[in-house]
T-cell receptor, first 109, second 112 residues
């Protein structure tokens, strides 16, 4: 079974700082996804990464994919409180995709 | 509104009972995926249906079953419920995985 590992699991940071969340996966996969989840809410799609070297940016978030290293990163630039949430990466193919454990981000004013 | 509709939003039931969770995918999406989210297990893939046919199974217990109907809505049936089945159950739909998956708002199941 495909294994997906995220780190860190918890991240507390000050507003204005930069940080990176890492997502490692165990076997070759077609696609990698990043999602955001607020407490008690649904999952919101952030990025879909389809190929080696793919980089996507939206606001203060930037995601990248290295399929050779089986690694994706989610970089947060100049964090703001509104980014506080749990971030998940997911890896898989058309039939099924597996989630990492999630990174709970708390941005302190 | 994501376009994926799940009902009911909340469900409280007793151990040993059976419940049915319903999911209507976004218009035009043929795939429905079911996930269970609990504090100790995280997000677990349960099952995937595509246009009425089962395509993949994950960590789905034998007490759980699902189906997708001709109108593409899907139902997840949970029977002989145990306390440990208490969780958020999400469905997601997709027309093309290259564009990602859209999740519903979930059904929170509490087994007492």
């Amino acid at each position: 079974e495909l294994k997906v590992e995220q780190n860190p699991l918890f991240l507390s940071m000050q507003e204005g700082k930069n940080y990176t969340i890492y997502c490692n996966y165990s076997t070759t996969s077609d696609r990698l996804y990043w999602y955001r989840q607020d407490p008690g809410k649904s999952l919101e799609s952030l990025f879909v990464l389809l190929s080696n070297g793919a980089v996507k940016q939206e606001g203060r978030l930037m995601a990248s994919l290295d399929t050779k290293a089986r690694l994706s990163t989610l970089h947060i630039t100049a964090a703001v409180h509104d980014l506080s949430a749990t971030y998940f990466c997911a890896v898989g193919n058309f039939n099924k995709f597996y989630f990492g454990s999630g990174t709970k981000l708390n941005v302190k004013p | 509104d994501s376009g994926v509709t799940q009902t009911p939003k909340h469900l409280i039931t007793a151990t040993g009972q059976r419940v049915t969770l319903r999911c209507s995918p976004r218009s035009g999406d043929l795939s429905v995926y079911w996930y269970q989210q609990s504090l100790d297990q995280g997000l677990q893939f349960l099952i995937h249906y595509y246009n009425g046919e089962e395509r993949a199974k994950g960590n789905i217990l034998e007490r759980f079953s699902a189906q997708q109907f001709p109108d593409l809505h899907s139902e997840l049936n949970l029977s002989s419920l145990e306390l440990g089945d208490s969780a958020l159950y999400f469905c997601a739909s997709s027309a093309d995985p290259n564009y990602g998956y859209t999740f519903g708002s979930g059904t929170r199941l509490t087994v007492v």
